[in-house]
């Protein structure tokens, strides 16, 4: 007997009944300035840019986003 082995075409994208969330943390040495996490994109930036306006020299942050992806078959519904 043979082993038949085929391509199967994948993709991946955001879980429907998943959101999207950013987490932020400043980066400047002592700082422990972080961000909770949201799935609004907007605030989160904007939370970033206030924390930079507050303290001039906290202009890095570590952003990260988060969600549940899921993974179909092409060719399967
Ligand atoms: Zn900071």
Not at 41 to 67: K, P, Q
């Amino acid at each position: 007997m043979r082993a038949v082995l085929k391509y199967v075409m994948h993709t991946i994208k955001t879980a429907p009944q998943s959101e999207v969330t950013m987490t932020a943390r400043c980066l400047t040495p002592g700082c422990g300035w972080t961000l909770a996490p949201t799935a609004d994109i907007d605030a989160a930036n904007e939370a970033c840019m206030t924390h930079a306006g507050r303290l001039a020299d906290h202009v890095l942050f570590a952003r990260e986003w988060s969600d549940v992806a899921s993974v179909r078959r092409l060719g399967e519904e």
